[in-house]
């Protein structure tokens, strides 16, 4: 069974930087595209940002683009998401997020197959 473990949560000043890690266990690394979704309380989850089996394509939130990275490492089997620039409403629990497939339907939490327990963070002065 697919487990998704993640890391790296914490708290940091707005226009700071932070990276969370996600890793995969229960079947091969590279066969799935990863991402990242965010929650905060009292709203729905929302996409952020998804990386392609090769690392090759990816592609971001309007919202976060331009200011976060996300870039995976398939012989260490580690994704990350370096968030920089950090705004207020970046803040929430962080979910790593796994599919096979890759494409349109990754801005929709209720298309992707497997979810992380989520990492907080939190963006306070």
């Known amino acids: 069974q697919v487990r998704l473990v993640e890391s790296g949560g914490g708290l940091v000043q707005p226009g700071g930087s932070l990276t969370v890690s996600c890793t995969l266990s229960?079947?091969?690394?590279?066969?799935?595209?990863l991402g990242w979704f965010r929650q905060a309380p009292g709203k729905e989850r929302e996409f952020v940002a998804v990386?392609?089996?090769?690392?090759?394509?990816?592609y971001y939130a309007d919202s976060v683009a331009g200011r976060f990275v996300i870039s995976r490492d398939n012989v260490k089997e580690t994704m990350t998401l370096e968030m920089n620039n950090l705004k207020r409403e970046d803040a929430g629990t962080y979910f790593c997020?796994?599919?096979?497939?890759?494409?349109?339907?990754?801005?929709?939490?209720?298309?992707?197959?497997?979810w992380g327990q989520g990492t907080l963070v939190t963006v306070s002065p």
């Open positions: 997020a796994a599919d096979r497939a890759y494409g349109g339907s990754w801005t929709m939490a209720k298309e992707v197959g497997y």
């Open positions: 229960g079947d091969t690394f590279r066969r799935y595209s």
């Open positions: 990386i392609s089996w090769t690392g090759l394509s990816t």
